[in-house]
């Protein structure tokens, strides 16, 4: 990563957008020495969010495809509409407990290599489970049902 440019002590270039901003921690980042970096947090935030956004992406499309890749129910295949569904219920529990399942439950999956207890639901047959209108009487566990009841 190129250094920013220092132009008269008090302003600085970022390298990245090449915007001139003034020389205070408010618009600079540094490390744990003291050194500047080379972007200003703007451009250091957007990129670090496009990389997150990017490897959650990659870990959905992995984890979608470790479970079967449709949903048990209907075969929906179209990923947008497919959902993870804890099999015998806990969802709420599992959130509370891991920081990483709570923000993104596919890279969860990924990093604790694909545990058993999950499968795939497209969004529609997922709140038809959850509503109790569920049309397909064989995937569900009786401690599923009587935990989503209204």
Same mark, same amino acid.
């Given at each position: 990563m190129p250094r920013p440019r220092m132009l008269d002590g008090l302003h600085i270039q970022c390298s990245r957008c090449k915007l001139i901003k003034p020389r205070t921690r408010e618009y600079w980042k540094y490390n744990k020495r003291g050194y @500047?970096? %080379?972007?200003? @947090?703007s451009c250091e935030y957007e990129t670090n969010y496009q990389r997150t956004k990017l490897k959650q992406h990659q870990d959905r499309h992995l984890a979608?495809?470790?479970? %079967?890749?449709?949903c048990v129910c209907c075969g929906e295949t &179209?990923?947008? /509409?497919?959902? /993870? $569904?804890?099999?015998n219920g806990g969802g709420n529990k599992? @959130?509370? &407990?891991?920081?990483?399942? @709570?923000?993104?439950?596919?890279s969860w999956l990924v990093k604790n290599n694909y545990p058993p207890g999950f499968r795939i639901l497209c969004f529609n047959c997922?709140?038809?489970?959850?509503?109790?209108?569920?049309?397909?009487t064989t995937l569900i566990t009786a $401690?599923?049902?009587t935990s989503y009841r209204i």
């Open positions: @500047r970096k %080379g972007w200003c @947090r979608i495809s470790a479970y %079967g890749g449709k &179209e990923i947008v /509409f497919l959902t /993870f $569904d804890h099999i599992h @959130r509370r &407990e891991s920081y990483l399942a @709570r923000k993104a439950l596919a997922h709140m038809a489970l959850r509503l109790g209108n569920w049309p397909h $401690d599923y049902t």
